[in-house]
């Protein structure tokens, strides 16, 4: 095994001949968890109405930059690190310190080599200097941190948390109803570019809920996304943001096979508000062209829309289409009386499918296909025919006064005072 002897921050590197095996490699490992415990927890958290969590957050402080954990490979030196998590379903990483040198990479993967994502670079380095992986479905994971021996210095990199989960998607306190369409299903004839702006999210590496790109007046794809404030993307948090695309079953009705390999890491906070529970954000980078994403467009023009439509991900399962043929109304949170300057938009009773927990923050589109609110909650499931909230786009759009409350300084920079954008 070669060893790594670190002075400041310039390391003298001593090989010899071979990788060592697995089993010799460095473990940080962790008990299986009490899903019985969680699952009472995670049932009281999510009728006070946050967001569905989905694994165990273990603070860690992990730096490969003063390890002597290095093997030569080439020219190029390797550290690796196990990561062990008794019957987990999933583990996801936090470096909330990462900087990489032009040539390194840093590799997760599954030891079975059943599982991994793509290689993160420094095209991955952003303004927070963090990074947030996606889930792994694995209980045990390998980190590989690969850097060129004249690029040691460079980098900054130290993991800081290990999240264990214990559910994966579309496993919140129920399982999403039977009643939930597809949106593979022909009821999502003509609504496919709005499919396309829905993504489910995790924050924090440990909670779930929905969200969607949103267009701007200048129809220029600034990648903007928003979800519900609840859904706590704060300032703090949004570097934790991870966005994953088209997580959808392949066909109507078939089975939960949507995949988790179309994804974003990194955002911004700009802008949120409690009152109509938004949050709008920049995502550190535009989505792959690959993934076909779209923005969704919007109304602020506070009209009522005379049926509307709900594309979201219950209980963060595959994505979901739902139909109102109702005309909405204004009201307060929870509230059937129609009020002056309401705060949200409330959906009757869904005649089409329904929504659930992890279904926060995703899009309500009108009939003319914009968007007029994001879902903050309410009593709606497949057994009730009750009514859900949004938030409205017509408040957030002054929100509280402030640039960090509202939405017209972000959604229209240069004050057009246009009331509505389409899909892009």
């Given at each position: 095994m070669r060893k790594?002897?670190?002075?400041?921050?310039?390391?003298?590197?001593?090989?010899?001949?071979?990788?060592?095996?697995?089993?010799?490699?460095?473990t940080t490992s962790f008990p299986a968890i009490d899903v019985n415990k969680a699952h009472k927890e995670d049932v009281f958290n999510e009728k006070l109405g946050n967001a569905p969590r989905f694994a165990i957050v273990h603070d860690v402080n992990i730096n490969p930059m003063t390890s002597t954990?290095?093997?030569?490979?080439?020219?190029?030196?390797?550290?690796?690190?196990?990561?062990?998590?008794?019957?987990?379903?999933?583990?996801?990483?936090?470096?909330?310190?990462?900087?990489?040198?032009?040539?390194?990479?840093?590799?997760?993967?599954?030891v079975n080599q059943k599982n991994d994502v793509r290689s993160f670079t420094a095209a991955d380095n952003n303004y927070s200097n963090q990074l947030w992986t996606p889930v792994l479905m694995d209980q045990e994971v390998m980190v590989e941190l690969t850097v060129p021996a004249s690029e040691?210095?460079?980098?900054?990199?130290?993991?800081?948390?290990?999240?264990?989960?214990?559910r994966t998607f579309g496993q919140t306190t129920e399982k999403a109803g039977s009643c939930n369409v597809d949106v593979a299903c022909e009821q999502s004839e003509g609504w496919e570019n709005?499919?396309?702006?829905?993504?489910?999210?995790?924050?924090?590496?440990?909670?779930?809920?929905?969200?969607?790109?949103?267009?701007?007046?200048?129809?220029?794809?600034?990648?903007?996304?928003?979800?519900?404030?609840?859904?706590?993307?704060?300032?703090?948090?949004?570097?934790?943001?991870?966005?994953y695309w088209n997580y959808q079953a392949s066909r109507c009705g078939g089975s939960r096979n949507g995949r988790k390999t179309q994804f974003n890491t990194g955002a911004v906070h700009l802008a949120s508000s409690s009152k109509s529970d938004f949050t709008l954000v920049k995502l550190n980078k535009q989505p792959k062209p690959e993934f076909n994403v779209q923005y969704a467009g919007w109304d602020r023009s506070g009209e009522n829309a005379t049926m509307a439509v709900a594309i979201h991900h219950p209980a963060t399962d595959e994505k979901s289409i739902s139909f109102e043929y109702q005309p909405t109304t204004n009201t307060k949170y929870l509230k059937e009386e129609i009020v002056a300057n309401a705060t949200h938009v409330r959906v009757e009773d869904w005649d089409v499918g329904t929504t659930e927990p992890?279904?926060?923050?995703?899009?309500?589109?009108?009939?003319?296909?914009?968007?007029?609110?994001q879902l903050h909650g309410g009593y709606a499931s497949c057994s009730s025919q009750t009514s859900d909230w949004y938030g409205r786009i017509h408040v957030s759009w002054e929100g509280d006064g402030t640039p960090s409350s509202r939405l017209k300084d972000h959604l229209d920079a240069e004050n057009t005072g246009d009331m509505f954008t389409d899909t892009l």
């Open positions: 790594l002897i670190m002075t400041g921050a310039i390391a003298t590197l001593i090989a010899s001949s071979a990788f060592a095996s697995i089993n010799k490699i460095k954990d290095w093997e030569k490979s080439g020219n190029n030196w390797v550290w690796r690190h196990r990561i062990f998590a008794d019957r987990a379903v999933s583990i996801n990483l936090a470096f909330e310190t990462y900087k990489l040198s032009p040539n390194a990479k840093l590799d997760i993967y599954a040691m210095a460079q980098n900054q990199i130290v993991l800081t948390k290990i999240n264990q989960g214990y709005e499919v396309n702006t829905v993504a489910v999210i995790s924050t924090g590496g440990s909670t779930f809920c929905t969200g969607f790109m949103v267009n701007n007046t200048r129809n220029d794809k600034t990648p903007f996304f928003m979800t519900a404030n609840h859904c706590r993307v704060s300032s703090s948090r949004a570097p934790s943001l991870v966005t992890g279904s926060s923050g995703s899009p309500l589109f009108d009939q003319n296909h914009r968007v007029i609110g």
